[in-house]
């Protein structure tokens, strides 16, 4: 999980904006860090920022938690949305609007034995590599990048609130569906919320 | 096409492109030495830190890429590849990947130099960081240094991929479009590693079971011809091991470090090693990893291996028959805390019969050496030498002592069965046991039991019979039903003359509770 996150958010960071006085900006740089994941055989790279780590972990650990605790063979999803803030006029509250959307589905999976661990853990591995070049095949088509800021509207772009880094503007989101499918009431949920917020 | 192009923009441009080539050469080759990378994320930028990106420079990987481009620019036809390939200790060689720096004609005329390329080519070098990682090779990369190594290898022109085997896979890294073309950044890799295999077997078995040290330095020669490649286990510019492979030098260390597979005679480089041995030994005395596959290697009965895990005393487990091995234990035994005696008058003469127990002793056959063990069971070894014995250092497990030495019978710890009764159980099994085992003559096999609670004078039985016998003892006096019922009634009938007492005294009671508190 954590993998993928940071290998995202590593392409989607730059370094921390320096706005000098004449309208240009400096940019400062981003380090890099190679994390071996503790469980499964693979090392990915992040982007060298605590306080970026913090975040990310705070809500991996929080997804984690709810897929546990509903139930053995849960499902989920957690989304990573990169936004743009749109300033509107009052009454209205800033809107965010989403320009790229990740979603990662996670199945849970019961496993008897050690053996059968193992095997999986292997198949994870190699599937996560996978997926990171997928990932990265998908950045490098530069489909869309919210231009670049001028110093007063750089909060609507980036976040700017970490010391060394400066990641798009960033969300992160999940939902746990379990087995039982009772994914019926969530949608219906939701199609109310987006109602009441039309 | 290039009159479309500000000349700063062309400039830049190919300067965006070449260093471009250079920070991919490092990336490769730094995700190939074999260590995590850690660079920090700064603020403040400084002037190398091209594409917004901290990724150090490594001298000599950025002189042997500037050596390769020879002043030019990746371009079209020219690509400029690196290629990983790993060698054994033993020579032989393996292409594990190439990657390519390409351009081709399709270009860009639209996009902007001086920011979206400069981004994009940014964004292609963190795809580089991220997809290093992931390649077979990088994997192979970490373990390097004992077996083998990764060498890297930066040419220009023709791609050339013949060396991956049949079935290798590419994976594209990424592509910027430029307004002179397009740069494709790509590497096949090679999936067929059945080569690597077949060594890996072979080199496996002899450096099972040992403690790798992971802080061997791999071997980074500086005199290699160029075709072969340069190393990627580039540590600081000042650390130039020439000359062997660590992986010779290895195995010296394996064979003198390794307790587990070696054949007895190669037990004899242990003498060689001193310092690393006691450190060994001491740390690892009571781990049972460690003395079991040299006990399987001896074939030692394990109840003995047992009884020496319980005082936690040297002697046992590292009892060697073999000469070299004599002198080690005795070096040892200085050492365990349990032996409260006579250290220092040990210790010398400890290593007064070091060398004496080396050259006199002749353990020509692991079977002899083996009834000579148990014989002599215990600390001090092979020569019959009356100076030291176990007991007169007052060590609890004194009953391994040697017995059956003619000079010995005079001690009491030492003698058989018929002596005092111990002070402790666990003595007198340890002592039962060891009598036992010197009973037989060169079959250490059989094991007449005693058990710690029978002592010989007292209650001559064996343990079946005394486990029999004792496992039905009559009822305690004050558990039987019909005196229990008796006392209840007169219990109860005692009670109202027990508390009119206790409620006389109650001042009493309450001064002494006050007191307990």
């Known amino acids: 999980m954590l993998a993928l996150l940071h290998t995202i958010l590593l392409h989607r960071s730059t370094g921390k904006f320096h706005y000098k006085k004449e309208g240009t900006y400096s940019i400062g740089t981003v380090g890099t860090l190679d994390i071996d994941c503790d469980f499964i055989d693979f090392t990915f790279v992040r982007v060298s ?44 509250s800033d809107e965010c609007i989403p320009w790229e959307v990740w979603s990662i589905k996670v199945n849970v999976v019961n496993l008897a034995n050690e053996q059968e661990r193992q095997i999986c853990r292997e198949k994870v591995g190699e599937k996560l590599g996978e997926k990171v070049i997928n990932v990265v095949e998908v950045i490098n088509r530069h489909e869309y990048l919210p231009k670049m800021p001028t110093q007063s509207e750089v909060d609507n772009v980036f976040d700017t609130s970490l010391k060394d880094v400066q990641p798009y503007l960033y969300k992160i989101t999940y939902q746990i569906t379990d087995s039982l499918g009772t994914s019926v009431s969530t949608t219906m949920r939701r199609l109310i919320k987006d109602t009441l917020a039309l | 096409m290039d009159s479309d192009l500000s000349p700063q923009d062309k400039k830049d441009l190919d300067k965006f492109i070449k260093f471009f080539a250079l920070k991919t050469v490092q990336v490769i080759v730094q995700a190939r030495l074999g260590e995590k990378i850690c660079t920090r994320s700064s603020s403040s930028p400084t002037g190398s830190d091209w594409f917004n990106l901290a990724i150090k420079d490594i001298p000599e990987v950025t002189h042997e890429a500037k050596k390769a481009l020879a002043g030019q620019l990746p371009g079209i036809g020219r690509s400029m590849c690196v290629e990983i390939s790993l060698k054994t ?54 373990k390097q240094g004992h077996d083998y190594v990764i060498l890297y290898r930066i040419y220009f022109g023709e791609v050339q991929l013949s060396g991956l085997g049949e079935g290798f896979q590419t994976v594209r890294v990424g592509v910027v479009g430029t ?30 079971g040992i403690i790798v040290d992971h802080f061997v330095d791999p071997p980074c020669s500086s005199q290699r011809p160029t075709h072969m490649g340069q190393p990627c286990n580039y540590r600081a510019p000042d650390e130039e091991d020439g000359g062997t492979f660590a992986g010779v030098q290895d195995s010296q260390e394996v064979c003198t470090t390794s307790f587990s597979t070696s054949p007895p005679s190669q037990v004899f480089n242990l003498s060689s090693k001193n310092d690393k041995h006691q450190q060994f030994l001491t740390v690892s005395t009571l781990d049972d990893l460690e003395f079991s596959p040299f006990v399987y290697a001896l074939g030692l009965p394990l109840q003995v291996l047992h009884a020496g895990k319980e005082g936690g005393v040297v002697l046992v487990p590292a009892q060697p028959p073999h000469g070299a091995d004599a002198h080690l234990t005795v070096e040892h035994a200085p050492n365990t805390p349990s032996s409260s005696g006579d250290d220092d008058g040990l210790s010398q003469s400890a290593e007064g019969r070091r060398d004496e127990g080396r050259r006199s002793v002749s353990p020509s056959d692991p079977v002899e050496s083996l009834s000579a063990f148990t014989r002599k069971v215990g600390a001090f070894v092979n020569k019959p030498s009356t100076q030291i014995t176990a007991a007169s250092l ?38 039962s046991q060891g009598s036992e085992g010197s009973g037989q003559q060169d079959d250490f096999v ?31 006096a004050s558990l039987s039903l019909h005196i229990s019922s008796q006392s209840m009634a007169d219990d109860l009938d005692s009670l109202p003359e027990k508390l009119r007492v206790y409620e006389k005294n109650i001042d009493e009671f309450d001064a002494f509770v006050d007191m307990l508190q």
């Open chain 2, 446 to 476: 059989m094991v007449d039991f005693r058990p710690a609670f029978s002592k010989d004078d007292l209650l001559p039985m064996d343990l079946g019979t005394f486990y029999r016998e004792f496992q039905n003892p009559p009822q305690l």
């Open chain 2, 89 to 142: 200790s033993e020579g032989d060689s393996m292409e594990l990947e190439t990657w390519c720096l390409e351009m081709n004609e399709k270009c860009d005329k639209d996009i902007k130099v001086s920011y979206t390329v400069y981004n994009r080519l940014s964004v292609l070098l963190k795809s580089l960081l991220a997809i290093t990682r992931v390649t077979p090779a990088y994997k192979l990369s970490r």
């Open chain 2, 394 to 431: 007052d060590l609890p497990f004194a009953a391994f002592a040697p017995r059956g030495l003619d000079s010995e019978e005079n001690d009491p710890m030492v003698q058989p069965p018929d002596s005092p009764p111990c002070p402790s159980p666990l003595q007198a099994s340890l002592h």
């Open chain 1, 49 to 92: 920022s605590e306080e970026l780590d913090r975040v990310i972990r705070k809500a991996v650990s929080e997804f984690k938690d709810a897929l546990s605790n509903s139930g053995s063979d849960g499902m989920g999803q957690i989304s990573l949305e990169f936004y743009q803030k749109k300033k509107s006029r009052w009454p209205f």
């Open chain 2, 179 to 208: 307004p002179v073309g397009t740069v494709t950044l790509s590497c096949a890799y090679r999936t067929n590693l059945a080569f690597m295999s077949n060594r890996q077997f072979e080199r496996s078995a002899p450096i099972m």
